[in-house]
């Protein structure tokens, strides 16, 4: 993986806040190559760059095990407004997030995550059977802001069923009338699509003083005993918030309730 890369940064619009999920606490906690061709990865990438240099859409590839770009092509840079160079350098995501209109990032963390939850639900065997396909809005060349549409699916799993490599496609949106992100997760097998839970809003969902302060102390990895004793209330009392938490937020465990508490801005 070598090259160099040339970025005009000029007139980038300040980098909004985000609170992007950690789609790793969805996976298994280590990846398994063991069994899987090591050079599998440069065999995709090469068929990724013939595909892209015949197109007119922006080509990605994301790696989940790294959490970075691992390929952009030309055109994917040129639609978000950046001078390019031909690299095979690992790309941060916050390159590409500056260029993402800030109403839209929480929207997209949230389906990104739902989407990712859904797929590592299923079998091994369909997880790559599925695409999720998404309208947002971008700073494009001279901060001219338009709507994209993009598509992502499962590239490459691990040994384990970890989704590894992702693929990413983007194009200008051929409506541009609409403000809303839209998301669309679709098994390209079956035709079947699947509805994204709505993201819940600070509005419809009041946590209390003490609900905060018991998810803030989870969210630091103290256990019920724990912080039983901090706040010296019993361990009953503790879990008996811990379940209105997860009702409230709609989560099944802590790691959701904490993931959604802080796209929601309910925590920091």
């Not at 003490?210 to 998810?215: A, G, N, S, T």
Request: charged share 25%; with cysteine; glycine share 6%.
């Amino acid at each position: 993986m070598r090259g160099n890369t040339d970025l005009s940064l000029q007139n980038l619009p300040a980098k909004p806040p985000r609170t992007a999920p950690d789609y790793l606490q969805l996976l298994n906690r280590y990846y398994d190559f063991e069994g899987v061709e090591p050079d599998r990865l440069d065999k995709q990438l090469a068929l990724i760059r013939a595909m892209a240099q015949l197109s007119s859409s922006g080509v990605t590839v994301y790696d989940l095990q790294k959490r970075t770009h691992v390929y952009v092509s030309r055109n994917f840079y040129q639609l978000h407004g950046y001078d390019f160079r031909e690299t095979q350098s690992c790309i941060a995501n916050e390159l590409f997030d500056a260029r993402t209109h800030p109403d839209d990032l929480p929207v997209l963390a949230h389906n990104g995550y739902e989407a990712m939850k859904f797929m590592m639900q299923q079998p091994v065997h369909l997880r790559k059977h599925f695409k999720m396909v998404t309208g947002y809005r971008i700073f494009a060349g001279n901060e001219q802001l338009i709507r994209v549409s993009e598509q992502h699916q499962v590239l490459e799993l691990d040994a384990s069923g970890n989704i590894w490599l992702s693929l990413g496609v983007i194009d200008i949106s051929p409506d541009q009338t609409i403000r809303e992100v839209t998301s669309q997760l679709i098994n390209f097998h079956t035709g079947e699509l699947t509805a994204l839970p709505d993201r819940p809003s600070e509005e419809k969902i009041r946590l209390t003083a003490r609900e905060k302060e018991i998810l803030g102390m989870i969210g630091k990895g103290k256990l019920s005993k724990e912080i039983s004793a901090l706040l010296d209330i019993s361990v009953h009392t503790v879990n008996t918030h811990r379940q209105r938490i997860l009702e409230k937020l709609r989560a099944d465990n802590a790691i959701e309730a904490l993931q959604s508490a802080k796209m929601i801005g309910l925590i920091a």
